[in-house]
Nanobody
Framework: QVQLVESGGGLVQAGGSLRLSCVAS????????MGWFLQAPGKEREFVAAIGYAASNTYYAESVKGRFTISRDYVKNTMYLQMNSLKPEDTAVYYC?????????????WGKGTLVTVSS
């Protein structure tokens, strides 16, 4: 089994920054891609960013390109999402996921989420 635990969410003003972390434990060799998804109130979950086993392979939603950076520390089994220039519309629960590809349906493991609130 794989366990994913997110942290780093909180309340920040528009224009501010946050860094989310996701620590993976268990059989971490079973997945090659890790990613972040968000779910805003009353909306469906959507893709934010993903990173392949080769850290040079990164993927971003258009809405976060240039503002968010995903990275991965293999020694610590931890993935990060550096979020800069935050906007009120970034407010959501952010979920860490792991699986075979950046597609939501291919993510086999999910964390419980961390809440990010951006005030205007």
């Amino acid at each position: 089994q794989v366990q994913l635990v997110e942290s780093g969410g909180g309340l920040v003003q528009a224009g501010g920054s946050l860094r989310l972390s996701c620590v993976a434990s268990g059989r971490t060799f079973r997945f090659s891609v890790m990613g972040w998804f968000l779910q805003a109130p009353g909306k469906e979950r959507e893709f934010v960013a993903a990173i392949g086993y080769a850290a040079s392979n990164t993927y971003y939603a258009e809405s976060v390109k240039g503002r968010f950076t995903i990275s991965r520390d293999y020694v610590k089994n931890t993935m990060y999402l550096q979020m800069n220039s935050l906007k009120p519309e970034d407010t959501a629960v952010y979920y860490c996921a792991a699986g075979r590809s950046p597609t939501e349906g291919d993510m086999n493991y999910w964390g419980k989420g961390t809440l990010v609130t951006v005030s205007s």
